[in-house]
């Protein structure tokens, strides 16, 4: 049994591997879909100055703009580390 | 009318001017009165791949700047009746493209023609974009491969936003998924996306599969169509994605790997 599951258990196919890779940043290009022009700069600009203040990651930060019917939400969210 | 249809991808070198040149071809042979038109100015190719390199006299460009008639700039296809060619310029820029003067010239096509098909230059710069302006249609050209996959959804994004159609919030164009090289063999290895998986990430109706090919290179040195060898399962599944065009359900093939006979194991007999 032991030795038929170390068969069937191969390397991971590349073609999956490319898969995983794709839904990621196809699901993170479409979120940017409709957003202006303006948005990475904004968000460049915000991290900077989190960063004078608290130390964050790259990542830490993610930013979206939801229109609804008249008005428009800016929605910012800043991960931050533990304190102590 | 005519229907406006870009062939489009993003990504270069993945066939866009192969398969426009095949679906227009395609759509000329069964009946339709059909122009392509290449937009990649300054890069020109379509003449090439349609055989008509030595008949260019005027283009797009000269038509756009009234140097030249529509009559005078298209060319004649010489093995089918009702096809013609709008080349490019090969030594303008592309600013000398201009919405206005592209939004004219389809005017003036759309009251001769039934089919008006737009080769759309590699890229989202200003010649892809016009290229897909005013399409009714788009048929977005992919490979199994992953920078391939994620410039089309790209152009999907574009194509929702960028257009005619959605700048009037008129009815969005109609996206479909033309998957070209695949290679049947190497997906059932698991070392190539499948047709389920691309569509499943791109999320728009699978038109057509062009199997990964040798007829395609040959088509393209003699400049002949590929949609004309239909011997080859290249030219044969285009035939099918016109059709699918035009409205009818047609099975998909190629999609499967075939079983290599003994013969042609031995004796490697490759695909036609």
Known sequence: ????????????????????????????????????????????????????????????????????????????????PNRG | MAKIIVVTSGKGGVGKTTSAAAIATGLALRGNKTVVIDFDVGLRNLDLIMGCERRVVYDLINVIQGEAGLNQAMIRDKRVDNLHILPASQTRDKDALTEEGVERVLGSLSEEFDYIICDSPAGIERGAQLAMHFADEAVVVTN????????????????????????????????????????????????????????????????????????VLRASNQGVPVTHDQQSDAGQAYVDTVSRLLGEDVPLRFHEAQKKGFLSRMFGGGRR
């Open chain 1, 1 to 80: 049994m032991k030795l038929l599951d170390f068969l069937k258990r191969e390397r991971k196919k590349s073609a999956s591997v490319a898969k995983e890779r794709l839904q990621i940043i196809v699901a993170h290009q479409r979120g940017q879909r409709g957003q202006p022009d303006y948005m990475p700069m904004l968000e460049r600009e915000l991290l900077e100055v989190i960063r004078r203040y608290v130390e964050v990651e790259q990542d830490a930060i993610s930013i979206s703009l939801d229109s609804e019917d008249d008005c428009s939400v800016l929605e910012l969210n800043v991960t931050l």
């Open chain 2, 144 to 215: 199994p491969e992953v920078s391939s996959v994620r410039d089309s959804d790209r152009i999907l994004g574009l194509l929702s936003s960028k257009t005619r159609r959605a700048e009037k919030n008129q009815e969005p164009i109609k996206e479909h998924l033309l998957i070209t090289r695949y290679d049947p063999m190497r997906v059932d290895s698991g070392d190539m996306l499948n047709l389920q998986d691309i569509q499943e990430i791109l999320a728009i109706n699978l038109i057509g599969l062009i199997p990964e090919s040798e007829a």
